[in-house]
């Protein structure tokens, strides 16, 4: 550009280039944004009207010049200006060339002076007040996102044959909401200038300064720590320590690889893979049997072709928040796993009920549900776009409430466990003395 200029003025430094185009240094600094005085507009006005300035150019524009422009540039382009004399031909060919190059330096050094002299505006947050809160705790806390999770750990509780308790179940439903909730805030706050860039994620509370960061960071502190204790002391350690264990896994592990690793999406399915785990764990006092690892399998599988599916139609997004997504670094790879998964879902329809889980039935209506699912992978990795992409997502957002509305509605019966609450415990233990006298 250096050289283009130069040759075109007879040798010199941008700065002498850009003077002799009419232009002082304030002016290029102040008059040309980078994002609405394009160098095609300059060019076109200079060879319409045989501009040789800078200044010349942008004022037979016909007066579109940025709209946030300060007073002080305005006055620059004033109208009685020396106007240039009709020019050779070459001589307009070297003005479009000077008229180009001047507006790309000065809108390099408009960019550079902006972000090293303006200091940073800061927001401060009005009108936060307690009628406001709910709704925004519930975008802070992804309220989508966390009523699915809390279903599947409430899915667990419920397939396991040991006996529960109203007060566990409620006890583990509260503990691993409050865990997700913490987990989607301190994912939101660390991801701010990259969600920001996204249009899928640009209206998060904490990137309009709806709530500020320290408040985010103190709920999702007071959510996590609240959550795990509640779970340690009111259900058992095992999910305390499940609970505990996926705050830092989607915190800190999957939302750091985001950025460094297409990888990350087989993390963040284990995220999702363990809330049944903490269920199963819940009902049994610890002990995770074959039906809770079937359950995880099913959601660490179905993970892949729905986020696979919906990351394929973002892929301009992803790419521009700087996120390495397997549909943006390997898209091949991406419609491999898509597929490979939604397959590993149809064994399932047959070890449920061989692990007990449920009853025969289960197998005929959940295969053509698994099926489904893997035809539309089939389609997606045949000819990956976006209409087989968006059929594939749309799919996999009924498969899973309808595969875990089967698993109930054929869940086979058991004979009553023994209770868990201390005082069944002692009637028990009552009823036992009776008979032994």
Not at 340 to 366: E, I, Q
Request: glycine share 8%.
């Amino acid at each position: 550009m250096l050289a283009l200029m130069a040759r075109t003025r007879g040798g010199g430094s941008w700065r002498r280039c850009v003077a002799s185009c009419g232009v002082g240094p304030a002016m290029a600094v102040a008059a040309v944004p980078p994002s609405r005085l394009l160098p095609r507009t300059l060019v076109t006005a200079g060879r319409r009207t045989g501009a040789l300035s800078l200044a010349h150019a942008i004022r037979m524009t016909r007066g579109r010049v940025p709209a946030h422009m300060s007073p002080a540039a305005m006055a620059n382009f004033s109208t009685n200006a020396p106007r240039s004399k009709p020019p050779a031909a070459s001589e307009v060919r070297g003005g479009e060339a000077v008229a180009a190059a001047a507006a790309t330096a000065a809108a390099a050094a408009a960019a550079t002076a902006a972000a090293s002299v303006a200091p940073r505006k800061v927001t401060i947050i009005k009108g936060l007040s307690w009628k406001r809160l709910p709704a925004l705790y519930m975008q802070l806390f992804k309220d989508k996102l966390s009523v699915l999770v809390v279903v599947t750990t409430m899915l667990g509780y419920t397939m396991c044959p040991a006996g529960g308790s109203l007060l566990t179940l409620a006890s583990t439903t509260i503990g691993t909401t409050m865990c997700v909730a913490s987990a989607n805030t301190f994912n939101q706050w660390i991801e701010v200038p990259y969600d920001a860039q996204m249009k899928r994620t640009a209206n998060r509370p904490i990137i309009h300064d709806r709530i500020s960061p320290l408040h985010a960071v103190g709920v999702g502190a007071a959510m996590g720590v609240g959550g795990t204790a509640l779970l340690y002391a009111c259900v058992n350690p095992t999910v305390a320590l499940l609970g505990c264990s996926n705050i830092f896994l989607y915190a800190g592990a999957y939302t750091a690889m985001k950025r460094t690793t297409i990888y990350n999406t087989w993390v963040g399915a284990v995220v999702g893979a363990i809330p049944p785990l903490m269920g199963w764990a819940a009902c049994t006092g610890g002990s995770l049997d074959a039906g809770a690892w079937l359950l995880a399998w099913v959601l660490y599988a179905w993970q892949f072709p729905h986020f696979n599916a919906l990351s394929w139609n973002l892929r301009s997004d992803y790419s521009k928040a700087g996120y390495r997504m397997a549909s943006v670094q390997d898209p091949d790879l991406c419609r491999r796993v898509s597929l490979r998964y939604g397959l590993a879902l149809l064994p399932v329809s047959l070890l449920a009920p061989a692990l007990g889980m449920t009853t025969p039935y289960f197998a005929g209506s959940s295969l053509v549900l698994n099926g489904f699912l893997a035809v539309k992978s089939w389609q997606f990795y045949q000819s990956p776009n976006e209409k087989s992409a968006r059929s594939l997502f749309h799919i996999s957002i009924i498969h899973l409430p309808v595969l875990m509305a089967l698993f109930m509605l054929h869940r086979a019966s058991h004979a009553p466990a023994a209770p868990t609450d201390d005082l069944s415990l002692a009637e028990s233990a009552g009823n036992a003395g009776a008979l032994e006298a």
